[in-house]
């Protein structure tokens, strides 16, 4: 860089500091007179100033703008009017959860999480529930394959302790031993379902058909095959689809995609992500209900669609993601969050070519999928190679990164940018330290008021990705309440939500070509004029 550069650059910095008004400089000046104190004071008033000056000479570089707010689109909602009568399918941990976030919980767990407030006051649980938006809907569908946990879904549909209750006017939920027999029911006008991913294909195809609008958890489907059967489907019925990436609810998310569209990284060519869990919970070992039995789970409707039929065991049933007859690994259950919060900040689609490979390494349990797990995806059309990496072995947080020339960027609960040192766009800012490289460009981080107690390395991990909770208007939120009411506002208002079946595509082609890669230990192609994997 030539020294006339430099001069100017100086000059512009200097020109600023002048800028600043009179009363300032008059209340310094005023504070060195003051014997001892003043000139402490007045040093460490001028070094704030100073300071005010970069960091808004920085925010102005970057088109942030003075406190750099979050971008929150708006909403499509109106205030819920319409009530709507909702069914789920699969009352298991996920499906009670998803249940609890639409406004309904077992009276076990309201007395739970008062005992947990009494002894934590740091534990907001119950507050944040019934501080949440009553989205004016009822349970009228409980199906589950395990008749202790449908009767609990019951319970919970009837319970009148929840948001917007009191009136005690509710009927509470049917009971149904096989989901057919509720998609034919017409107290019902939307699903939840919350069952393995072997079942969501063909669910969620059957729902849509019985014209009811489908929420369906994550990973979409189990093979490829059924995911182009269940992206038809849903297109030509016209129904409201919502794939459960809750993500894509969190703040930072919405910040992190106005960095992006701002250049503020500059070429990004490298994006690297990860799974690091280290726990019985984060490796899938959950507990056996002491109660389950051959006489109280329907075994067979459990297996279902599952390509390999076994003998009853209570190991699979509760267990069933160690197993490739039921779900997808590492791939679909954990790398799709992955991709779908980077899909939804870059929008990057499905990738040119993946290669992956792992092992089972730590958890010698019988499972057939990995437990250390790395992916590498291309997309050379955007210059950007994703590369994904997982072990359930280890709990060391190592981030989701996106690296720029210019600047990378780390993105979870909360956001941080550092310029590069190399950097082209900031060459001149560094040379003249108004940016310092050692330090964060900039930071984003939500309010902190009430966060609820973290209490398992699982939880942690979730916490840090941002998968549980987010702020809006200072308000702790539950980011899968958010999902479902936005899926909900879609029903009643019309529009596409966040993550509807263009998405869930993308997310099922992606994971898939990670796990066929793996089995066959070769690498995948997609084309994307035939749309097949090659």
């Known amino acids: 860089m030539s020294q006339k550069g430099n001069k100017s650059t100086k000059q512009t910095t200097e020109e600023s500091v002048q800028k600043n008004t009179l009363k300032r400089r008059d209340v310094l000046k005023g504070l060195v007179t003051i014997p001892v104190l003043g000139p402490l004071f007045y040093f460490f008033f001028r070094k704030k100033w100073l300071d005010d000056l970069k960091k808004k000479e920085i925010l102005d570089e970057l088109g942030l703008g003075g406190k ?34 639409a406004g309904f919980v077992h009276p076990d767990w309201i007395e739970e999480k008062k005992k947990d407030a009494k002894e934590d006051k740091l534990d907001k649980g119950l507050e944040h529930f019934l501080n949440q938006e009553d989205l004016n809907v009822v349970l009228t569908g409980i199906c589950d394959v395990f008749d202790i946990r449908a009767e609990r879904g019951l319970v919970a549909s009837k319970n009148d302790i929840r948001p917007g209750g009191g009136s005690g006017t509710l009927q509470g939920a049917k009971r149904y031993l096989h989901y057919q027999e509720m998609l034919e029911s017409d107290d019902v006008d939307a699903v939840i379902i919350a069952t393995p991913d072997h079942w969501h294909a063909q669910m969620t195809i059957d729902a849509v058909k019985a014209g009811k609008h489908v929420y369906c958890e ?13 992206v038809d489907a849903v297109k030509k019925s016209g129904q409201v689809f919502q794939l459960g990436h809750q993500q894509r609810q969190q703040d930072s998310h919405f910040k ?12 990004i060519s490298l994006v690297e992500t990860t799974t690091n869990r280290n726990s019985p919970d984060g490796a899938w070992v959950y507990d056996i209900h002491e109660e389950a039995t051959p006489e109280n789970i329907d075994w067979e ?21 160690c197993w490739f007859d039921y779900g997808t690994g590492l791939s679909g259950d954990l790398l799709s969050h992955e991709y779908d919060a980077i899909n939804q900040i870059l929008e990057l689609g499905i990738p040119k070519t993946a290669m992956a490979s792992g092992g089972i390494y730590f958890y010698k349990d019988g499972r057939d999928v990995p437990d250390v797990f790395q992916a590498v995806f291309e997309y050379p059309e955007r210059d950007l190679t994703l590369v994904y990496s997982a072990t359930l072995a280890n709990g060391r947080d190592r981030g989701r990164i996106f690296m720029g020339h210019d600047a990378s960027m780390e993105v979870g609960y909360t956001l941080t940018v550092n310029a590069e040192p190399e950097s082209t766009r900031y060459e001149n800012k560094i040379m003249n330290k108004i940016i310092n490289t050692s330090l964060p460009l900039f930071t984003y981080r939500p309010g902190l008021k009430g966060i609820d107690t973290v209490t398992s390395a699982t939880e942690q991990y979730f916490a840090t990705r941002g998968l549980m909770y987010t702020y809006r208007e200072g308000r702790h939120v539950d980011t899968a309440h958010l999902h479902v009411k936005e899926w909900l506002d879609c029903i009643r208002n019309g529009g596409q939500p966040s993550c509807n079946i263009d998405r869930g595509f993308e997310e099922a082609i992606t994971c898939h070509m990670a796990t066929i890669s793996y089995q066959e230990n070769r690498k995948l192609e997609w084309d994307p004029v035939n749309k097949r994997i090659v």
């Not at 709507?84 to 499906?95: D, E, S, T």
């Not at 992190?256 to 070429?267: M, V, Y």
Request: glycine share 8%; charged share 25%; net charge positive.
């Open 218 to 230: 994550k990973c979409m489907t189990r093979t490829i095959d059924e995911t182009f059967k269940m």
């Open 68 to 101: 750099a707010p979050v971008v929150i689109p708006e909403a499509v909602s109106k205030k819920p009017s319409q009530l709507l009568r909702l069914g789920v399918i699969g009352f298991g941990g996920r499906g009670e959860y998803l249940t609890k976030c």
């Open 256 to 267: 992190a995609k106005q960095i992006i569209r701002k250049n503020i990284l500059g070429p």
């Open 301 to 321: 409707q459990f297996q279902g669609p599952a390509p390999h039929k076994v003998p009853f065991s209570l190991e699979r049933f509760f267990r069933w993601r």
